[in-house]
Nanobody
């Protein structure tokens, strides 16, 4: 029913920016809390950011707080992750995810996942 397509990844130099997108189909983005997670080679999946289903509040992982911003466009049923001042440690596959109820940082609580988009930050 619900499908997520994440995109916008690519190669960027350290200090640069990328804007990731997550298109939601099969339901309005307003029905779900949306999250972003990432997984780097040899590391566990890490919480990045989340936005509550009403869009009234956001959460961020400590490693990206102050640099990344999650937002949504209800009219486009799309969630964004603006990644600024990127560092080499940000290199990972980024996944968008959706869940019913409240937003959160626990990946196992999210029911729907995108296919992932690669972000590579070069030095």
């Amino acid at each position: 029913q619900v499908q997520l397509v994440d995109s916008g990844g690519g190669l960027v130099q350290a200090g640069g920016s990328l804007r990731l997108s997550c298109a939601v189909s099969g339901g309005s983005v307003s029905r779900y809390a949306m999250g972003w997670f990432r997984q780097a080679p040899g590391k566990e999946r890490e919480f990045v950011a989340a936005i509550e289903r009403t869009g009234s509040s956001t959460l961020y992982g400590d490693s990206v707080k102050g640099r990344f911003t999650v937002s949504r466009d209800v009219a486009k049923d799309t969630v964004y992750l603006l990644c600024k001042r990127l560092k080499s440690e940000d290199t990972a596959v980024y996944y968008c995810a959706a869940k019913t109820g409240l937003s959160g940082s626990q990946s196992n609580l999210y029911q729907y996942w995108g296919q992932g988009t690669q972000v590579t930050v070069s030095s």
